[in-house]
C-alpha cells in the first residue's frame, strides 16, 4: 500500500480532492498517511482531521535555517513510511536535503500550463493576473514532478482551460481550480499504479 503524505500551506481544495478521490476508491493502492503543514492555522489541517488523517504542523521559526527544518521534515516523512509526496498548495520550496530522499517521490500541482507562468513569485492570483495580461486565450492546471528548480520538474499532466474575454484573475483561479481537482487525483492514480515512467524530461504513462 502507498503511502501519501500531502504537504498544505492553506485552505487544502487540492487535499481535499485527493482525499475524496482515496474515499471514492479512484486511487488503488494508496492511501493519504498523513498532512502536513507549515503553517498552524492551514484549514488543510482542519479537512485531515475531520478525515481521521494524521495531520501535523511544525513551524519553521524553530530552526536555524531552512536546510535544518527540510531534514526534520524528511526524517518524519521516512519515519512513517511515505512513498509519494504531494506538494498542494505548499508555499515554501523544498530544499535539496528533502528532495534527495524522495526523488521521483514528489509531485506538485501548478495553476497554469508549464513551462509557462511558473517559477519564483508565480503563485496565487499573481499567475491568472500574468495569463490575462498577456492575451492568453488557454491556461490551466499541470501536475510534475519536483525537481531542484522550481516548477521545472517533469511534467506528468496538463488540463486545458480556455481563457475567455470577460475573465478576471479570479474567474479565471475558479475554472483553473476545478480542473486542477481533477488532474491531481489522477496522476496520483497513475503514481499508485506504477504507471508512471520518468525518462529523463518526460513522464510516459505505461499502456493501461
Ligand atoms: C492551487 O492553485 C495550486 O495549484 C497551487 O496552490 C493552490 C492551492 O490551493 N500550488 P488549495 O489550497 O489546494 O485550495
Redesign the pocket.
Known sequence: MLKIGVF??????????LIDAVEAGCIKGGHIEVVFSNKPG???LKRAEKHNIKAFCIEPSGFKSAEEYDKKLASEMNRAGIGLVC?????KILKKEFIDGFKGKIM????ALLPSFGGKGM??LR?HEAVIERGCKVTG?TVHFVDYGTDTGPIIIQKAVEVKDNDTPETL?KR??ES?HRAYPEAVRLFASGKLDIQGRRVRVVEE
Do not use: F, K, R, W
Request: contains cysteine; hydrophobic residues 35%.
Open positions: 498544505a500551506s492553506g485552505g487544502g481544495t487540492n487535499l481535499q480532492s492551514a484549514y488543510a506538494l498542494a498548495g505548499y508555499m506538485n500541482i501548478h495553476p503563485y496565487g499567475v492546471c483561479q483553473v481550480l486542477e
